[in-house]
């Protein structure tokens, strides 16, 4: 009996070459659509699936392939008798390779202004079908979704080497990717519908690359991305300079790019264990960094630091002398990078900090599940804002609460934000009191405290985070208020001539 072999792709890569590789080796090849013209045209002997099915596409090419006489072909056991005979009784030849890859649903949606017939258009049907009947029937029927497997197991099939554990490797890529396909159809439908909370939350990545290990050398790592295009993500960045990003840069360099990307002034971030050690607004990016840099020159080192304007060569002169593992930036002048890519080690990315970021989830897994919530997003507070002591912020005041409001956000809960003249002066971060958070925060400020303002990213349960803030010199506090304690703390304020304001919102960060 002559072996067949169904061959119907979207991505044409490497069609011709397999299809011929199949006829040398005895297989008919059979075809439908674009993908039996590309092997017609390159004059390899190929059959129309219509003369299998005897029944002509129809619907524009919707139906092609859904028929007994494909899908019993591929369903049929070979080992068991009823199937066989049943296929002898309808005329029906068994099929033995399936070569499928599908419609480009992902890069469809990507394309500017595309409509939405063309999106539902690039929904495949049979091509789903075909490899999901092939890949259950994996110990018969030979099936092959990537075309970067074609010449391997061509070479297998010509030496007669493809065992069980083979057939079963191939069917657990095809179910990964139609379960891949179909969870960014369901993720398209699930944003245009605006469910925010589906019954079923289906989310699916693609692998960028291999990490070489994972918070520690003991921890095996990978690092994948969503589907689409997004904004303001590490996987689309361009390294320019230094050897891979390990597991800790990843998470690293995503805070400080989430940090950032909250600013349009210039603006400087410097991150040690996701959380910032710097921050600096200035008129150019010089004297950003520069602030950024003074705010805490000892945590720095070591550090992940982002950039939102250009690095320029007096900039990169500063850069260049710290220890950084990373700098991220939108562009690199050609003084700078020469002068950055002395430092063997040191990746230099350039990514793009002025695209604004499509609202979205944030997935923390669990033991046994995952955790989902909305991003919490950039806003502008000012409108919402109560003074609620009996001195009011002066302008120097209230820019400098709204700079460290903007920052706590960023700042790993129990958070305590220092700032002073458009820098992070001290920062508490992750403490299991708001108290000891505040301590850290002035000692770290030191003298500087003194003039300065406190953002607290939770209330006050009770006014001793105020007396410490006073005993420190603090003269503002912005905080979201809403304590049982608060007019304590308010008092607390009075009593020191500390202004303070409520955001009515708060910003935990676990």
Known sequence: MVKRALISVSDKTGVTDVAKGLVDLGYEVLSTGGTLRAIAEANIPVTAVDEITGFPEILDGRVKTLHPNIHGGLLAKRDQKEHMEALKENHIEPIDVVIVNLYPFKETLQKPGVSEDEIIENIDIGGPSMLRAAAKNFKDVLVIVDPSDYQDVLAEIKTGTIDEAKRKTL??????????????????????????????????????????????????????QTPEDTALSLATANQLHGKALSYNNIQDANAAIEIVSEYKEPAAIAVKHMNPCGIGIGEDIEQAFTRCYEADSMSIFGGIVALNREVDAETAKILSGIFLEIIIAPKFSEEAFALLTEKKNIRLLELDLTEEEAPSHKLVTVKGGVLIQDVDKAEDVRASLKVVTKRQPTEDELEDLLFAWKAVKHVKSNAIVLAKNCQTIGIGAGQMNRVGAAKIATEQAGEKAKGASLASDAFFPMKDTVEAAAAAGITAIIQPGGSKRDQESIDACDEAGITMIFTGKRHFKH
């Open 171 to 224: 069917a657990a890529k095809v179910f990964r990717h139609t379960a891949h396909y179909d969870a960014m159809i369901s993720q398209y439908f699930t944003k245009v519908t605006d469910e925010a909370f589906p019954e079923n939350y289906t989310v699916t990545y693609e692998k960028v690359q291999d990490l070489r290990y994972g918070e520690n050398p003991h921890q095996s790592a990978a690092f994948y």
